[in-house]
């Protein structure tokens, strides 16, 4: 059996055009996977669509400066981060991570220790097993009102996806009828207890075609229903 290896995606910030594709060809060479932006008005966009394994950030850009752009991530994700930087009065704010940087690379740099330094806090930042396998099991986005199981779109109702939500974000805990109701519907609309009954019915089959494996939702006699799947990440 062939074994399959991933390349990690590296995210090039840098408004050099020369500089920029010198990094891209070493780390290109080291066997990662490249996406380059120019300005730092359309980071953030770009970490959200398509999240890279680690950002080389160059701290002057035009559109959003490194620092701001530093700050920002770190208000949504971990994503390591290494600052690239030619003022050499911002290394002290560098290195005392104020801006929540995982390292920084001065310039003039040899394109070989910035591959050095990129191996260096990918191990560093590699997530344990166990993290993996949470992660990638049952996800939801508030935001965008999407839910998945590993890595598998959900497609949910509107009250489904808020089904789906209470009973996941609380694995064990028994949600009678009425508290579920309670979490599904904002207009006071006039449902009864059967009205979970048939969401539950739905919201199982489209779970199950997913992962027949799994229990998802138990009913418990008298009670309600509780989640038995594995853990949930709210993104």
Known sequence: MS???YEPLILVVEDEPKLAQLMIDYLQAANFRTHHIARGDEVIDSVQQTP????LLDLMLPGKDGLSICRDIRRFSELPIIMVTAKIEEID???GLEIGADDYICKPFSPREVVARVKT?????????EEVAQASLLKIDESRFQASWREQPIDLTPAEFRLLKTLSLEPGKVFSREQLLNHLYD???VVTDRTIDSHIKNLRRKLEL????????????????????????LI
């Open 210 to 233: 997913l992962d027949a494996d799994q229990p998802f939702i138990r009913a418990v006699y008298g009670m309600g229903y509780r989640w038995e799947a594995d853990l949930c990440h």
């Open 187 to 189: 207009d006071y609309r």
């Open 3 to 5: 074994q399959q290896y």
């Open 52 to 55: 890279p394994d680690l950002l």
């Open 121 to 129: 806090i990918l191990r560093r930042c590699k997530p344990k097993p």
């Open 93 to 95: 704010r560098l290195l």
